[in-house]
């Protein structure tokens, strides 16, 4: 239900210098919260006035208030020209946020939480990352360390353990996925929200993991954050929602259900006569990490061929090797050697059966009566030749570029 017809452009965004502008669509979205709401918009409103120099709108969520949330939504629609109010009937932040984000006309799309934790000054610059076309999306963290925060212990430690699975247990470059502060190009966003299945807390999360999933930039911005006691969030419960939210997510990515066609900023030449060399598909970085799980793959493919090879013959013994070893390979350079590739496509598993059929070979070739030791030394000196070889191969078509 909407307050006005909210797709039409304001009058102080009609004129030629705002249209040259990003426009931003700054959401709120409120349960229950008809006391939190008004200082939050008069606040928020008047910081915008004085100090943002963008084109603005602020648009309230309320999904599913049982108090007098929407009639002090629908009295502050009518005391702004630029507050725009909608109600749904469902609740979940994410649901709140992918309706107004799907229906909003502006260029930006963001989003704060009603009790206006994280402090103003940190909104423009998080807004120009994106307004620059510089990041994709762009998000405020407290865990930076020029980030100054004021919050319980518990909540300290279940954010800073949350944070972490996500750095080692996903790869990801972000440091605070919860933290309600968040700006996106709204071209890029809506692709995304197609493939984010949660409507509740989890919805931050999922939408980051994806996005860095699907190559794009995100940027942070330290903020100052003091926490409200009179906060909606559950911590326990949302911490466990969010551990079956990660593993559907790990599913999805794992086979190929988390890719999207978004468009993002890539690297040109400033200068109009640069002389530009071809990219490298093989960088440093990538070289190193690929090496350090190269050896760690020779070692592990080692110790599960000897005791095998003592139950199943050459060939069988290779080939269970080389699964269980080639699929902790693969994972393991798709997260951290290949960070902004697809999932594994189908010509991997034609590259494993040239694996399997070249180590088998080269088994099968040693003379009888050489002993285990030689047998497993030739397997082991043709895997690793064949890890060289793969390489280059998995950069080049195994990963696609997008």
Same mark, same amino acid.
């Given at each position: ?67 007098? /949330? ?118 890029? #966003? ?6 984010? +299945? ?6 931050? /999360? ?63 030449? /400033? ?51 080389? #699964? ?6 693969? +994972? ?28 088998? #070979? ?13 047998? #497993? ?26």
């Amino acid at each position: 239900m909407n307050t006005r017809a909210a797709l039409e452009p304001r009058p102080r965004l009609a004129d030629d210098a705002a249209n040259r502008l990003a426009w931003v669509d700054i959401v709120i979205p409120v349960l229950n919260e008809e006391r939190a709401l008004p200082g939050c918009v008069r606040t928020l409103a008047r910081f915008l006035d004085e100090r943002f120099p963008l084109p603005w709108r602020i648009t309230i969520v309320d999904n599913g208030s049982t108090d007098g /949330t929407w009639g002090v939504a629908t009295a502050l629609a009518g005391e702004f020209d630029l507050v725009h109010a909608r109600r749904l009937d469902i609740r979940g932040r994410g649901a709140a946020l992918r309706a107004a984000w799907r229906d909003s006309p502006a260029d930006i799309v963001a989003y704060m939480d009603v009790d206006l934790s994280t402090d103003l000054d940190a909104l423009f610059p998080l807004v120009a990352s994106v307004a620059s076309g510089h990041s994709e999306i762009a998000i405020g963290t407290r865990l930076a360390h020029s980030a100054r925060t004021r919050r319980s212990l518990r909540r300290e430690v279940v954010s800073r353990a949350y944070n972490a699975l996500l750095r080692y247990g996903f790869g990801v470059r972000f440091s605070d996925a919860q933290c309600g502060f968040k700006a996106a190009r709204t071209d890029v #966003v809506r692709p995304l929200m197609d493939k984010v +299945e949660d409507d509740a807390w989890f919805f931050d /999360t999922e939408l980051l993991l994806l996005a860095e999933h699907n190559g794009l930039r995100v940027h942070e911005v330290p903020v100052d954050w003091i926490e409200d006691t009179d906060s909606r969030v559950r911590v326990v419960r949302t911490a466990l929602d969010d551990l079956k939210g990660l593993a559907r997510v790990a599913w999805s990515m794992s086979t190929g259900r988390a890719s999207v066609a978004v468009r993002r900023s890539e690297p040109r030449p /400033t200068h109009p006569d640069a002389v530009v060399t071809r990219p490298r598909a093989v960088t440093l970085a990538k070289f190193l990490s690929f090496a350090a799980i190269g050896v760690f793959s020779v070692v592990l493919y080692t110790l599960i061929y000897l005791p095998l090879r003592d139950i199943w013959s050459p060939a069988m013994t290779n080939l269970g090797a080389l #699964v269980l070893t080639g699929i902790i390979n693969i +994972e393991a350079n798709r997260r951290w050697t290949f960070r902004k590739r697809t999932t594994v496509h189908f010509r991997a598993f034609l590259l494993f059966l040239a694996n399997y059929a070249l180590t088998t #070979v080269a088994v099968l070739k040693v003379p009888p009566g050489s002993g285990r030791l030689a047998e #497993v030394g030739v397997v082991v000196a043709t895997y690793c030749l064949l890890t060289l070889i793969r390489f280059t191969a998995l950069d080049r078509w195994v990963f696609p570029r997008k």
